[in-house]
């Protein structure tokens, strides 16, 4: 990838668990993020390093009950001060290694379940049921093509 040229990622939001045990939904883990115009990163979580300011982000619910693109925004500034970081508020995670700023956030009015168009995207490997993997670690770089392909499916 060229310099100057935009990237696109999916952000993966799945189910997580508050300070009670109470299960979070991934849409709910979502809605704190978006609405907070920020994303932790976490050690594990892959291409941190290559996400830049301007970049495209496309939210993918995981889990079981969600598997659907949620949200789109434009990738800011990522940080390293995560000691202000709430957006997760009660939910048990670790404290992320990086923060992703957010803006143009825009919720899907039509959300598309992945089904739909999992055929169609590069980044889901062909003739398998076990794709569900590739949609793990929180953050998926993906092509142009299939960015532009989620978005087609899906109404803001």
């Not at 979070?24 to 290559?50: C, D, V």
């Not at 990522?78 to 956030?105: C, E």
Request: glycine share 8%; aromatic share 8%.
């Amino acid at each position: 990838m060229e310099l100057n040229e935009k990237g696109y990622f999916l952000l993966i939001a799945s189910r997580s668990e508050d300070l009670n045990g109470k299960s979070i939904t991934g849409e709910e883990m979502a809605k704190r993020r978006l609405e907070a115009k920020e994303w932790g990163f976490y050690a594990n979580t892959p291409h941190k390093g290559k996400i830049k300011k301007g970049d495209q982000v496309i939210v993918y619910l995981a889990g079981p009950k969600d598997m659907k693109f949620f949200a789109t925004a434009t990738a800011g500034d990522t940080h390293k001060n995560t000691r202000s970081y709430t957006a997760d508020g009660d939910a048990l995670t670790d404290i992320p290694v990086a923060v992703l700023s957010l803006s143009d956030v825009l919720f899907f009015k039509k959300q598309t379940i992945i089904h739909e168009v999992k055929d169609a995207l590069d980044f889901i490997p062909k003739g398998t049921n076990k794709w569900g993997c590739v949609l793990q670690c929180g953050l998926k770089m993906i092509s142009q093509k299939d960015a532009e392909t989620i978005l087609r499916y899906t109404t803001v």
